[in-house]
C-alpha cells in the first residue's frame, strides 16, 4: 500500500534524534515511570503526534513520529528495514557476526523466539555519533567493536539479545535508517520536519 504524498502533506511528519534515557512515547503509562523523560519534551509537537516503532530507553538515534495513525501502521507493518549500530563489549568475530547475520534464539515474552536472517557486519571505523548523556566504559576495560545489524523486524530489545546471546553484549545501540530516512549528521534530541517518508 502505498500512501500518497498529498495525502500524507496533511499531515506532520518528523525525524527526531531520540537522546539516551528517554521513553519513546508521550504518555506515561505507569506509577513506576513517573520519573521518565518522554518526547514531549525534546520538542513542540503537533497535538496527535505518535513515535513510529520504538527505540528502548537506553538506546538512541533515528526515530520517526507522525500525526497519520495510517503511516504509522504502514510503516509498522511493511517489514521496512531498520538499521543499526551497535557498540559491542569485546572485538567482536567473524563466527559471531555469522550466527547473528543466520539468526540466533533470543527470549521474547517468556518464550524462545528465532531471529530471522539479517544483514550484519563489522564497521572498520569507529562512527562519528554526539557523546552521549550518560559516559560508556572506556577501552581500560577491555576492547569494544561496532557492527551493523539491519533488521526488518523489531522485537523488544532484540538487536541487544541478539548481540549477548552470540556473547558480545551491547554497550550503545543508535539507530541511523528507517527504510530510505537517514540520521545522518543529526545532533543528539534535534528534530526535522519531513515532507513526507520515501
Same mark, same amino acid.
Given at each position: 500500500m502505498e500512501i500518497s504524498p498529498e495525502k500524507q502533506m496533511l499531515h506532520k511528519h518528523f525525524a527526531l534524534y531520540k537522546p539516551y534515557g528517554y521513553l519513546s512515547q508521550f504518555v506515561n503509562n505507569g506509577q513506576k515511570q513517573n520519573s521518565k523523560k518522554l518526547l514531549g519534551e525534546l520538542h513542540d509537537f503537533p497535538e496527535g503526534t505518535m513515535a513510529i516503532g520504538? #527505540?528502548?530507553?537506553?538506546?538512541? @538515534? #533515528?526515530?520517526?513520529?507522525?500525526?497519520?495513525?495510517?503511516?504509522?501502521?504502514?510503516?509498522?507493518?511493511?517489514?521496512?528495514?531498520?538499521?543499526?549500530?551497535?557498540?559491542?563489549?569485546?572485538?567482536?568475530?567473524?563466527?559471531?557476526?555469522?550466527?547473528?547475520?543466520? @539468526?540466533?534464539e533470543i527470549g521474547f515474552d517468556g518464550k524462545k523466539y528465532g531471529t530471522a536472517p539479517c544483514m550484519v557486519f563489522k564497521l572498520e571505523n569507529v562512527p562519528k555519533f554526539p557523546e552521549r548523556s550518560k559516559k560508556i566504559r572506556d577501552d581500560r576495560h577491555g576492547p569494544t567493536s561496532?557492527?551493523?545489524?539491519?533488521?526488518?523486524? @523489531?522485537?523488544?530489545?532484540?538487536?541487544?539479545?541478539?548481540?549477548?546471546?552470540?556473547?558480545?553484549?551491547? #554497550?550503545? #545501540?543508535?539507530? /541511523?535508517?528507517?527504510?530510505?530516512?537517514?540520521?545522518?549528521?543529526?545532533? /543528539?534530541?534535534?528534530?526535522?520536519?519531513?515532507?513526507?517518508?520515501?
Open positions: 520504538r #527505540l528502548d530507553e537506553k538506546s538512541e @538515534g #533515528l526515530l520517526l513520529l507522525t500525526t497519520d495513525g495510517k503511516t504509522s501502521n504502514h510503516i509498522c507493518s511493511s517489514g521496512i528495514e531498520k538499521e543499526y549500530y551497535a557498540q559491542v563489549d569485546g572485538d567482536i568475530t567473524t563466527e559471531a557476526i555469522e550466527k547473528l547475520a543466520k @539468526g540466533v561496532w557492527v551493523s545489524i539491519t533488521l526488518q523486524e @523489531g522485537k523488544f530489545r532484540q538487536v541487544r539479545k541478539m548481540t549477548s546471546a552470540v556473547g558480545f553484549p551491547t #554497550l550503545r #545501540l543508535v539507530r /541511523i535508517r528507517v527504510g530510505n530516512t537517514y540520521l545522518k549528521d543529526m545532533e /543528539i534530541g534535534e528534530v526535522k520536519e519531513l515532507d513526507f517518508f520515501k
